[in-house]
């Protein structure tokens, strides 16, 4: 089955705990990108990969980082968490062309204490 | 980047059409319009997309205008599953500019 995972699906954790949300999907797509939701602000993208080596910033990327070392696999990184960091995170993935769609993962709740 | 504009919520009875309107009065001539919709607080769902043209599919339809400025996304027949958040979004080739916006939340009454 064509699905994007996530994991951990839940996580509490405490300010500057290092931690790491993995990404893998299984339909060879070039395109992944992290997104987080917060209330009243929808879905923000943090970074997103055109291929493997090739990440860039989004539109909310302080505090996160990412590697894309294979082309399944796009995780992200909380080197140092805080508490506005607290969120539901979304990977997704495509082939990275305006006529494909994105297929989003399940999401992550963090809730960092 | 274009942005565009949606109401905040609207209601449909359950059977009836559900049409959802879309401003996206800055929209690019390279620019696609994508509608996704989240139920709860899973991960969004693609429904459907198009560039020019009215486009069909077994979920829904989506109608742009002739000026590409704005566009609706109808369900012909809505389902309580129908119940969501539905999100336009216009975005050119790479998906690096993708943005989400607020939706409509849609809810479908019995």
């Known amino acids: 089955e064509a699905q994007v995972t996530q994991n951990p699906r839940y996580l509490i954790t405490v300010t500057g705990k290092k931690l790491t949300v993995t990404c893998s999907q299984n339909?060879?797509?070039?395109?992944m990108s992290w997104y987080r939701q917060d209330p009243g602000l929808g879905l923000r993208q943090i970074y997103y990969?055109?291929?493997?080596?090739?990440?860039d910033k989004g539109d909310v990327p302080e505090g996160y980082k990412v590697s894309r070392k294979e082309k399944r696999n796009f995780p992200l990184i909380l080197e140092s968490p805080s508490p506005n960091q607290t969120s539901l995170y979304f990977c997704a993935s495509s082939l990275g062309l305006a006529e494909e769609t994105q297929y989003f993962g399940p999401g992550t709740r963090l809730l960092v204490l | 980047d274009a942005k565009t504009t949606q109401p905040p919520s609207m209601d449909c009875a359950e059977g009836r059409a559900a049409n959802l309107p879309c401003n996206h009065s800055t929209i690019s001539g390279n620019e696609y319009v994508y509608w996704y919709r989240q139920i709860h607080s899973q991960g969004p769902q693609y429904i459907i997309h198009g560039l020019k043209n009215n486009e069909t599919n077994e979920m829904a339809s989506l109608i742009i205008t002739e000026d590409r400025k704005s566009s609706t996304l109808i369900l012909p027949h809505a389902t309580l599953r129908d119940t969501a958040v539905y999100y336009c979004i216009v975005s050119a080739y790479n998906f690096n500019k993708f943005y989400f916006g607020s939706g409509t939340k849609l809810n479908v009454k019995p």
């Open positions: 990969s055109m291929n493997v080596e090739v990440t």
């Open positions: 339909m060879n797509h070039e395109y």
